[in-house]
């Protein structure tokens, strides 16, 4: 595969429900990133990861977990969410540094019933 | 705090018929600013960046323009398969990083 993927593309859960979403990159890339996008709002920065260290936490609930094992994957885990965090969330990647443009994946859309 | 706004928030065009979007910014010491076009249920998909007043870039049908306050977008003559969501999203000299501030989008269909 090329380019960002992520997994799973469709997640319903309940509140006390505990998942998990997948990201990887295939471009050779050491930063990822964790969005939020919600409907008639603009794209919200979760987390920032560079050479696999957390470089941007922006105000993230606890409920939202990051872990990034190699410059390749991302995951961002899941507990005890709320209806509001339904959302679509997109990963990205780019090279390190603030000149580079960033790649997304397709996006896992969330529901949170 | 940055900020970017994008207008209009809709846009129906005739096939053919050419416009312009608009992306309006506030940050403290531009580094880069980004478009990108995003489709229904897909992610965003990298168009363009530019780092300076005065710059242009073109890729098919867009053209893409850079001042102090302003970016646009501009589409010649364009084609159903144009329609999508165009965002904007700018990222700062000094402690910016690689954090992205991004706009809320143009939403842009084009008709046959």
């Known amino acids: 595969e090329t380019g960002v993927t992520q997994t799973p593309r469709h997640l319903v859960m309940g509140m006390t429900n505990k998942k998990s979403l997948k990201c990887e990159q295939h471009l050779g890339h050491n930063a990822m990133y964790w969005y939020k996008q919600s409907a008639k709002k603009p794209l919200e920065l979760m987390f920032v990861y560079n050479f696999k260290e957390q470089t941007e936490n922006n105000s993230v609930p606890s409920r939202f977990s990051p872990e990034c094992p190699n410059s390749s994957h991302l995951f961002l885990h899941l507990h005890t969410l709320q209806p509001e965090d339904s959302a679509l969330y997109l990963c990205?990647?780019?090279?390190?540094?603030?000149?580079?443009?960033?790649?997304f994946g397709p996006g896992t859309r969330l529901t949170v019933t | 705090e940055d900020q970017v706004t994008q207008s209009p928030e809709a846009l129906r065009l005739q096939e053919g018929e050419s416009s312009s979007l608009n992306c309006s910014y506030t940050v403290s010491g531009l580094r880069g600013l980004f478009w990108y076009r995003q489709d229904p249920g897909k992610g965003p998909e990298f168009l363009f960046t530019?780092?300076?007043a005065g710059e242009e870039k073109e890729k098919e049908r867009l053209k893409a323009t850079l001042t102090k306050k302003e970016s646009f977008l501009h589409i010649t003559a364009p084609k159903p398969e144009d329609s999508a969501t165009y965002l904007c999203?700018?990222?700062?000299?000094?402690?910016?990083?690689?954090?992205?501030?991004f706009g809320t989008g143009t939403q842009l269909k084009v008709e046959l």
């Open positions: 530019l780092y300076s």
């Open positions: 999203a700018v990222t700062r000299l000094t402690g910016g990083g690689n954090k992205l501030t």
């Open positions: 990205a990647s780019s090279q390190e540094g603030d000149v580079y443009e960033q790649y």
